[in-house]
């Protein structure tokens, strides 16, 4: 399953709300995780099961959609939450990724 | 404290073999799914191999018969055998924990050990 999202790279500023779209080549259901990575870290897990938020991450993250197209929203930026986001598919082997979407300043 | 610490990368000529490590602490590997996935900056995130807590592999068809991803339950560690190394296979490479035990979703990594595959 081919991941793309979109936009490659979106610039912002504090405050801002953003979107980030990810669709599957196929149909997923709602297997779709979201991940956080900074230069020279390891990524992080965001949001699985397209909404559900791991445990710690900030309420301002959110995820919705079903099926092939899925989004990340971020309410209001914060200077922490400038990183590269990925998405990734659980519905089948092997998993995938998109990617990625660089939020800068 | 849950962690993984790896170890093991470097530099390694092409045809060559390397083992990679993760030594997890806080939990127990042989209870959960374990996953290598490996990244680059022209081909971005990779699932690599994934060993289930019953002792299944499964391998992404790019590495399949020259990787082996394996488990020492007495160290708590998990290792990927790396054999007939080419350019490709250089990027950074990070063991991945298996989120609530399960398979899809990947809740903790490893700081992340970088292989180079190079003449």
């Known amino acids: 399953i081919q991941m793309t999202q979109s936009p490659s790279s979106v610039s912002a500023s504090v405050g801002d709300r953003i979107n980030i779209t990810c669709r599957a080549s196929?149909?997923?259901?709602?297997?779709l995780a979201w991940y956080q990575q900074k230069p020279g870290k390891a990524p992080e897990l965001l949001i699985y099961?397209?909404?559900t938020l791991q445990s710690g991450v900030p309420s301002r993250f959110s995820g919705s959609g079903s099926g092939t197209d899925f989004t990340l929203t971020i309410s209001s930026l914060q200077p922490e939450d400038f990183a590269t986001y990925y998405c990734q598919q659980g519905d089948s082997m092997p998993r995938t990724f998109g990617q990625g979407t660089k939020v800068e300043v | 404290e849950e962690q993984m610490v790896q170890s093991g990368g470097g530099l390694v000529q092409p045809g060559g073999s390397l083992r990679i490590s993760c030594a997890a602490s806080g939990f127990t590997i042989s209870n959960i799914y374990m996953n290598w996935v490996r990244q680059t900056p022209e081909k971005g995130l990779e699932w690599v191999s994934v060993?289930?807590?019953?002792?299944?592999?499964y391998y992404a068809d790019s590495v399949k018969g020259r990787f082996t991803i394996s488990r020492d339950i007495s160290k708590n560690t998990l290792y990927l055998q790396m054999n007939s190394l080419r350019e490709e296979d250089t990027a950074m490479y990070y063991c991945?924990?298996?989120?609530?035990?399960?398979?899809?979703?990947?809740?903790?990594w490893g700081q992340g050990t970088l292989v180079t595959v190079s003449s």
């Open positions: 060993l289930y807590s019953g002792g299944s592999t």
């Open positions: 099961s397209t909404s």
């Open positions: 196929q149909g997923i259901s709602r297997w």
């Open positions: 991945a924990r298996g989120l609530n035990g399960g398979v899809r979703y990947f809740d903790s």
